[in-house]
């Protein structure tokens, strides 16, 4: 079983819509939590980076942490076009000396205009 | 403008022809690290640096090496690249371990 579980898509939406993006984990010991966008052809980009449980939003774009239920998602209000990329969730735990980052393997999400 | 910098963006080489991928940050970041991207495997860390002169291995090691001479710049090294290293390459770098990451725009190698 991996780290970190997440749905590869693709997902397709049409613009406006809401889109729900999710991953579980199981290692308890993930500390803080991480959303990055990655167009195509580029590196992924930090969207949102959260610590504890609940919500955080910024702008059109909630993070959500259960740490009970080992469970993170985003959710993107009113999805534009240029919302259309692959979305990796991140978690990261202390290992020896340093905060080792553990990736999901992206969602990729599609809104058509 | 801060950013990572790799070079080359995309590389085509031969089975056992030595390369080095360039990476640069301009942030003064202490930590900076490797990864290769590959469908259906994700995000996969080969090598990280805490500070200069200090490197250690992350999942993925074998068929590379770093070195970290200068804070700015944290060079990945094939000695003797096979096809299975064919992947997409990302450098990243932080502040300090567990800070948000900041990523190159990769380097795509095709090793024949």
């Known amino acids: 079983q991996k780290e970190v579980e997440q749905d590869p898509g693709p997902l397709s939406v049409p613009e406006g819509a809401i889109v729900s993006l999710n991953c579980t984990y199981s290692?308890?010991?993930?500390?803080?939590f991480m959303w990055y966008r990655q167009y195509s052809r580029k590196g992924p980009e930090l969207l949102m980076y959260?610590?504890?449980?609940g919500n955080k939003e910024d702008g059109r774009f909630t993070a959500q942490v259960d740490k009970s239920s080992k469970y993170i998602s985003l959710f993107i209000r009113d999805s534009q076009p240029s919302d259309s990329a692959t979305y990796l969730c991140?978690?990261?735990?202390?290992?020896?000396?340093?905060?080792?980052?553990?990736f999901g393997i992206g969602t990729k999400l599609q809104v058509i205009p | 403008e801060a950013q990572v910098t790799q070079n080359p963006r995309y590389l085509i080489t031969v089975t056992g022809k030595k390369l080095t991928v360039t990476c640069s940050q301009n942030?003064?970041?202490?930590?900076m690290s490797w990864y290769r991207q590959d469908p259906g495997l994700g995000l996969r860390q080969i090598y990280y640096?805490?500070?200069?002169?200090?490197?250690d291995k992350g999942d993925v090691p074998e068929g590379y090496k770093v070195s970290r001479k200068e804070k700015r710049n944290f060079p990945l090294i094939l000695e003797s690249p096979s096809p299975n290293q064919t992947s997409l390459y990302f450098c990243?770098?932080?502040?300090?371990?567990?800070?948000?990451?900041?990523f190159g725009n990769g380097t795509r190698l095709t090793v024949t």
């Open positions: 990243a770098s932080s502040l300090y371990t567990g800070s948000p990451l900041h």
């Open positions: 290692n308890s010991a993930f500390q803080y």
């Open positions: 959260t610590y504890s449980s």
């Open positions: 991140a978690m990261s735990a202390r290992s020896g000396g340093y905060q080792k980052v553990t």
């Open positions: 942030m003064n970041h202490e930590y």
């Open positions: 640096s805490m500070n200069v002169e200090v490197t």
